[in-house]
């Protein structure tokens, strides 16, 4: 069955994002630059809304509809929205506007699981995944596999707070990942953990897709969406620019970055040229 005939399990319908930002009177200043044009940090979303505060419009009118069965990677530019609309999706930031319908449970990587510092990181795993719903039975019947799967070793009987932050992210992604969820939100944690860890959660996501779930990604490594989506959504200052196949979407995203880059290189070029001019002109003598 292609993807888009597989029943929907995500549904999100027209939404926004704002978010409420506390600062400065230097905010409204720095929405136009001397030059006056519009300042990053204008393009950005923010917008002064008085007495100190400011809006943030992280995601504009978002529209799509996700499938069982599909992993699809979100790219885009630093602060385009991406993170945003993940965790608007995992149920952890409400929109501002529009909706979004999840099938089924969402869980976001790492973040679901309730993980305390002080506990071991089998007890962690015992509450994390009760946390979950699993009964207490299940997760006795569970807890060798996730514990293998973990690959922390003696160590998991060890206090969390004595775990370096790859043994820690190895953790959040086996318990978050014990129990197979309709929608998984992955935000960048693969890039936590060493080789052979990656290629085990990789190998766990591959199967959970088969498990017909479906699975978000944000990652700015474009070899890692490649490898793990079929299907990709460039976001770019909070809305979606591209939504189709992930080497279509792709492919258009670095031409455009490419491009974004030569101008760069253009515009350096023509200052520095300007600037060799200025040095290179006569001064007017002051003799006279
Ligand atoms: N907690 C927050 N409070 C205020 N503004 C926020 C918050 N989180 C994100 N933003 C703003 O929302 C916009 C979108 O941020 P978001 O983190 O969703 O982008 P992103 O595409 O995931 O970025 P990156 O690639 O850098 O991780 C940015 O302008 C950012 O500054």
């Known amino acids: 069955m292609a993807a888009a005939e597989a029943p929907p399990t995500v549904v999100v319908d027209h939404v926004d994002v704002h978010y409420r930002v506390f600062g400065t009177g230097e905010h409204r200043a720095a929405q136009t ?8 940090i204008a393009r950005a979303g923010h917008r ?3 007495g100190g505060q400011g809006m943030v419009h992280a995601v504009r009118d978002v529209t ?8 699809i990677g979100l790219i885009g530019r630093n602060g385009s929205g991406k993170s945003t609309l993940l965790r ?5 930031l409400p929109p ?17 699981a309730v993980l305390m510092p002080a506990l071991s990181g089998v007890r962690n795993i015992q509450i994390g995944c009760q946390a979950l719903g699993l009964s207490r039975r299940e997760v006795t019947e569970r807890l060798d596999s996730i514990i293998e799967f973990s690959g922390l070793g003696d160590a998991v009987n060890l206090p969390m707070k004595s775990y370096s932050s790859g043994m820690a992210a190895r953790l959040r992604f086996a318990i978050s990942t014990a129990v197979v969820p309709d929608v998984l939100v992955v935000d960048e944690a693969l890039a936590t953990g060493d080789a052979d860890f990656k290629e085990r959660a990789q190998e766990r996501i591959a199967q959970i897709r088969q498990e017909a779930g479906t699975v978000f990604m944000v990652s700015h490594s474009n070899a890692t969406i490649r490898r793990q989506c079929d299907r990709a959504l460039w976001m770019d200052a909070g809305r979606i620019r591209m939504d189709g196949p992930a080497e279509e979407v792709l492919a258009a995203y670095e031409e455009d970055s490419l491009e974004a880059r030569r101008a760069r290189w253009r515009r350096a070029k023509a200052r520095a040229e300007a600037k ?6 006569p001064k007017p003598s002051s003799e006279g």
């Open 33 to 40: 630059t001397d030059s006056g044009r519009r300042s990053a």
């Open 48 to 50: 002064a809304i008085g």
């Open 64 to 71: 799509f509809v996700a499938h069982e069965g599909e992993s």
């Open 88 to 92: 608007a999706i995992a149920g952890l």
């Open 96 to 112: 501002t506007s529009g909706r979004i319908w999840v099938q089924g449970r969402s869980t976001l990587l790492g973040v679901n």
């Open 276 to 281: 060799a001019q200025t040095a290179a002109t």
